[in-house]
């Protein structure tokens, strides 16, 4: 079997059917891939859905656990997986019409750690057909240090198929029970593999969603993301240890941006959030800790516009930081009292 596509379902009733159409609309003979959902104990009809398909689909399997949530989901998926290649895909999201068929032909061809292809973000399930493309293109393979030193890489997971094999022999999982667990598992791997190519194949639609778990503004999640966050840029810190910056110094710049990036963002969304002036001033001086603040020029790596700059500039200062926190939060009680 060439594909194994692993799907978490939680309260996704509205969107589920579509994701699982697009997938067996693929060209793929049923015995060359197969789709396993692990059903999160959802509250809503999305399990039922899922249901239906496999009993009409002979590739597609339905297994429940706990609610655990969408790390512990995949990693039960990778264990029921049989295909050479993993892919993870959100069921809110779905796939272009018959492009997994081609890119398997280049799995098959050049035996990569991690394939890499074209995605796109939209408000439309009606974007099926792929984008045309030429076939008389090259293959760049190198590792996966290198190609991020001269590319950068996504965070999110549906971007990659991923060879099983390599994914056993490093032992990688998500971790559980936090968001970012896509910015650590695909960090780790690009750290560790040493085949990784792009495809320029039009494949993926990451369709927004109101009032998705990554959107929710509700204060008790809020404050999750906000430590999930500081989490993740203790992790990279592990991370970008292993790295040899004689030899992969543009990879090592990358990588401390995206650390950076967390602790910026986290800064963000405590402005945003109920959280006290006290303890984003606790997480910073944690952060200070593992050398991620005040902002460097490596945060600039990636994120150089006006804007970055100046909120750097007042992230950077304690006072202009208090000024700017105290300042939103009065302009929000104004805005909510009037």
């Not at 994701?19 to 104990?41: A, F, G, K, P």
């Not at 492009?99 to 009606?126: C, E, G, Q």
């Not at 001086?285 to 500039?313: A, D």
Request: charged share 25%; with cysteine; hydrophobic share 40%.
């Amino acid at each position: 079997m060439l594909l194994s596509i692993i799907i978490p379902v939680y309260n996704v009733e509205k969107y589920i059917e579509k994701c699982l159409t697009s997938l067996v609309n693929q060209n793929l003979n049923v015995d060359d891939y197969e789709i396993i959902i692990i059903n999160d104990e959802t509250p809503d009809n999305s399990a039922k859905i899922a249901e239906s398909f496999a009993e009409k689909y002979s590739c597609i399997s339905v297994y429940h656990q706990k609610n655990t949530g969408v790390g512990v989901a995949r990693n039960n998926g990778m264990k029921y997986a049989k295909g050479q290649y993993i892919y993870f895909i959100d069921p809110d999201d779905y796939l272009t019409t018959n492009a997994l068929a081609k890119l398997l032909d280049y799995v098959i061809k050049y035996d990569p750690d991690i394939l890499t292809f074209k995605t796109k973000t939209t408000t439309s399930y009606n974007e099926l057909m792929p984008v045309e493309y030429s076939s008389k293109f090259e293959i760049d393979m190198r590792s996966g240090l290198s190609f991020i030193g001269d590319n950068g890489f996504k965070n999110e997971i549906w971007w990659y198929l991923i060879k099983r094999d390599f994914l056993q022999s490093t032992g990688t999982e998500f971790i559980k029970g936090r968001w970012m667990e896509d910015a650590i598992f695909t960090a780790t791997l690009f750290i560790k593999a040493k085949k990784v190519c792009f495809v320029p194949i039009d494949t993926h639609r990451h369709v927004i969603v109101p009032n998705s778990a990554m959107t929710s503004k509700e204060p008790e999640h809020y404050k999750k993301v906000i430590y999930d966050n500081e989490n993740a840029a203790i992790v990279y810190n592990n991370l970008l240890k292993d790295i040899d910056k004689s030899e992969y110094l543009e990879a090592y710049e990358v990588l401390k941006s995206r650390q950076a990036s967390f602790v910026f963002f986290l800064i963000i969304r405590t402005i945003k959030s109920n959280l006290k002036f006290k303890e984003l001033k606790d997480i910073l001086s944690r952060m200070k800790q593992i050398g991620v603040y005040p902002f460097n020029h490596y945060f600039f790596k990636t994120y150089n516009n006006i804007t970055y700059k100046i909120l750097v500039k007042v992230f950077n200062n304690k006072t202009s930081l208090y000024l700017g926190f105290n300042t939103y939060r009065l302009f929000k009680k104004l805005r909510i009292a009037g």
